[in-house]
Every structure is written in C-alpha cells, then in structure tokens.
C-alpha cells in the first residue's frame, strides 16, 4: 500500500473511495490530519491532507516529523506527495507536469529531522544525492507516458519557506543556482522519509510562472492561479492512480 500527500488542489475528499479516516498519535504530536484509509482507482492507499482538514498548516508549521512518522507506523511502502509549483524554467509554465529529481532547500527554522537530540536516538546521517527515490520516480513517469500525459523527467525542485511568494530578484537569484520549480513543501519531507527509509517521490503542477517572469512579469493573478489548478489536478490524479495501480499484484 503506497501513501499519498496531498496539499493545495489535492484534498483526497473526491479521489479518494471508501474512506475510513483514523486519527494517530506520534512522538512528535498529531499529524496534520487523520489519516485516510481508502482506495484510488480501487487500488488501496492511505491518503495524509498536508496543510490539514481546513488547510490550517502554513507550509512552514506543516508538522513533518509528525506526518511521516504516521504514513510510516500505517505501513507504507513508499510516499507520493503531490505539490504545486510556480515554474521558473522556460517549459514550466501553468499546467505542466514534472516529476522532480533533485532538490535544493532555502527554508529555515523547520524540524528537519528526526535525529536533533543526541540522546536515545543518537546520530544518522542520510545520503541525499538524490532526495527523491528514483524508482518511485520513475513509476510515476512510467505511469504518466501511459496515459499519454506530457510530463517533465527531471527538474530542480527550489523550496522556499513561505507562506509568501517570492520576489522577482529572488526567483532570478533561484533561476540562477540552477531551479526549474519553486514551492514549499517537499522539504523536509523528502529528508524525513530518508531517515525512515521510506522510498518518497514527488509529482508537482506548475499553477503559474514564477514572479517576475512570463505572464506573472509584473503581479500574480491569484484567481487564475485557482482556475489552472482545478484543470491541472486531474491530470495529476490519474497518473498517480496509473502509477499505483501499477506496484499492486
């Protein structure tokens, strides 16, 4: 049974059959959510709504640890989390779809792992040359050809830490140290699930460009930004039930 991480766009409320919600405890508190119980595409899953049940979490006090922590003790083989991008690379404007394969983290403050206090739990260190587990990456790109899904192979996914965008001379500076995305969410997450040795992979759809450039060269028009998400998410929903679907016997 794969999980799902679900956050603007991708609430599980209408994807997600049979639901059963479970609330869990953790060492490191509640997680955002009960967990779901369901099946997407009649394939099993447990499905975590990131920011919450009313989308409460900001995404820099998104509880983590918790989270993971959670999808980890329900048994998951692996972790697909779904996230929204702006797009700073040429091709990655409104509605494209990428599945990214490297990550670079300009957040700050966040519970960023598990081993923080030397104590009982000691010291790990984790081998993030390529945060996102290759072979999960590669069922969802799998998947998406399938389906005759236009998606982007590769990428670098920039985490900012929000819950404001970027200025324009940051997305430049971004740009510059090599990003093709930028949103706010799939760190830690991606680190956390190293740590509990829980393949994790991300897809993203780009909602807009990033400030500064394409269309969003002056402002963000916010009310579109809701209009390609509505459009786009679907397209990201089969895919993931193509690609779990797929790993099921």
């Known amino acids: 049974m794969f999980a799902l991480i679900g ?3 991708f609430t599980g409320n209408d994807v997600i059959e049979n639901a059963e919600e479970v609330s869990v405890e953790t060492p490191y508190g509640a997680p955002s959510a009960p967990l779901v119980f369901g099946t997407l595409g009649g394939t099993p899953v447990v499905f975590l709504r990131r920011h919450g049940v009313r989308h409460e979490y900001a995404p820099h006090r998104v509880p983590s640890r918790a989270n993971l922590w959670a999808l980890k003790k ?21 509605g494209r779809i990428a599945v990214p394969d490297q990550l670079i ?16 739990a000691g010291m790990k260190h984790v081998d993030m040359t390529w945060p996102f587990d290759r072979a999960l990456s590669a ?16 990428g670098v996914y920039a985490c900012t830490q929000g819950p404001r965008l970027e200025t324009a001379a ?14 706010m969410t799939l760190y830690p997450e991606c680190a956390l699930a190293r740590e509990l040795d829980l393949p994790y ?18 402002e963000i028009d916010f009310a579109s930004l809701e209009d390609v998400l509505r459009r786009a998410v679907g397209s990201v ?4 039930k193509e690609a779990v679907k797929e790993t099921e016997s």
């Open 7 to 9: 956050g603007s766009g």
């Open 74 to 94: 329900a048994r998951a083989e692996g972790v697909i989390a779904v996230a929204t991008v702006g797009g700073c690379a040429p091709d990655m404007g409104p």
């Open 105 to 120: 983290d300009y957040t700050w403050g966040r519970d960023v792992s598990y081993y923080d206090d030397f104590g009982a």
């Open 139 to 154: 069922r969802l790109i799998e998947a998406a050809e399938r389906l005759g899904t236009p998606v982007r192979k590769e």
């Open 170 to 183: 940051e997305v430049r500076r971004y740009r510059q140290d090599g990003a093709d995305m930028i949103g």
């Open 201 to 218: 992979a991300g897809i993203c759809v780009s909602v807009n460009h990033a400030a500064g450039m394409g269309d969003c060269r002056d």
């Open 237 to 240: 929903v089969e895919v993931v």
